[in-house]
């Protein structure tokens, strides 16, 4: 470690957290870029409304997650505007807007610039690698959680290889080398455990995960504008982007209202490792489809914006179909699902009203293929707003406790 008055400090100087620690600017402004990124892959995904466009848009959503996540757990260890975290936050962030740039072109590479498969592969390990250097700075004398650091170095490295080597062989072969690097990250970071790792603050932590779900439902506000941004602005332009509004106004209720607070308080009852395997389990793994959903549904709004406004290529009596209506209505019901399976992490009860909307909204898709995209969405907007009604009828009193303890 350099000597505290030499030049050279800043490259090894911290702050560590404690548990009245909060989300900072620096950590917002990292979350823009996602911002960014998530409406280059929604966009990747409508200009490709295939199998394989989705696949693809997933595969480099996981991505993102997985950078992201690992971000959220340095800010919880260390100060994240201060010392060598603040300029690696930065060095980050501007890698992932490489990143973020090269999406349109991850797999299929224009003439006449860099290599956009490889440049992506090469930016987002450099994150990766960034981000576990920092940690293990930030880690001080701390012996267990440098131990986990080394450990998860493995499959880390193993997926920047695997990314890279995918993106020098290209299409066909890429895909599948990118879905491999994330299994080997995903499983293998699972597989480490958990015992080195600290969350000095659940309040913190919560937030960050509760920011970049707001992040990805701004995103598919942001697709609503971008579908009929050179569109006239018509009646049926109008009921569609009010109906759209009300989707995700729904998706943000049904988790900031009650469960955002309730996940929070159970992650600050606990401590030690249980603490760490419940933010990871809760939070790391159990926000993905959240988040990814809300993507998917962003995809699926955009779409049938389009339909509406383009009266040229669609009437409106034309319907919704394949992946665009996929995407909005299984969208949902993994968000859903999502919530369900979050809840029984958090507290081990299963919610049967969210359980049944979502299998309600997979039972329907077969009937929303033959309606006119508009009512399509209406039915989504309708059945979300009469979940949300009906849980603030049906638990009120609850739901008021919960806010009131949390000083809502």
Request: net charge negative.
């Amino acid at each position: 470690m350099a000597p505290p008055g030499s030049r050279l400090a800043f490259l090894t100087r911290f702050q560590s957290t404690d548990a009245s620690h909060r989300v900072t600017t620096l950590e917002l402004l990292f979350d823009l870029v996602f911002v960014f990124a998530f409406t280059q892959v929604t966009q990747l995904m409508a200009d490709d409304p295939t199998v394989v466009g989705v696949t693809r848009g997933l595969v480099l959503l996981a991505l993102l997650w997985w950078a992201w996540s690992s971000y959220a757990w340095l800010g919880n260890q260390a100060h994240a505007e201060e010392g060598i975290v603040r300029l690696t936050v930065l060095v980050a962030m501007t890698a992932m807007f490489v990143v973020a740039l090269a999406i349109p072109e991850a797999f299929d590479d224009r003439e006449g610039g860099l290599f956009a498969p490889v440049v992506l592969a090469v930016c987002y390990a450099l994150v990766r690698m960034a981000h576990l250097g920092c940690y293990l700075i930030a880690a001080g004398d701390d012996a267990g959680l440098r131990r986990q650091l080394y450990v998860t170095a493995i499959p880390v490295s193993s997926a920047g290889v695997l990314l890279v080597v995918g993106g020098i062989l290209g299409p066909p072969y890429q895909t599948g080398f990118w879905a491999l690097a994330l299994l080997v990250d995903y499983a293998g970071i699972y597989l480490a455990g958990t015992s080195g790792w600290r969350l000095n603050s659940p309040r913190h932590f919560a937030e960050r995960y509760g920011l970049i779900l707001i992040v990805a439902i701004g995103e598919s506000l942001v697709a609503l504008g971008v579908g009929v941004a050179d569109e006239a602005l018509t009646v049926a332009v109008l009921v569609g982007a009010v109906l759209g509004v009300m989707v995700s106004a729904a998706l943000w209720w049904l988790y900031f209202d009650v469960v955002a607070h309730v996940a929070e308080g159970v992650l600050g009852s606990t401590e030690g490792q249980e603490r760490s395997r419940l933010a990871r389990d809760s939070y790391t793994y159990l926000h993905f489809p959240l988040v990814a959903s809300v993507i998917f549904i962003a995809l699926g709004l955009k779409k049938t914006l389009e339909y509406v406004a383009d009266t040229d290529d669609h009437a409106l009596s034309d319907p919704l179909t394949g992946v665009p209506a996929v995407s909005l209505y299984a969208g949902v019901a993994v968000y859903l699902l999502a919530h369900v399976a979050f809840r029984w992490r958090n507290i081990h009860t299963w919610n049967p009203h969210r359980t049944i909307t979502a299998a309600l909204l997979l039972l329907m898709m077969p009937v929303a293929w033959q309606l006119p995209a508009l009512a399509s969405l209406g039915v989504v907007a309708g059945t979300l707003a009469l979940l949300v009604v009906y849980e603030v009828l049906r638990f009120s009193a609850a739901r008021d406790a919960v806010r009131h303890q949390h000083g809502v």
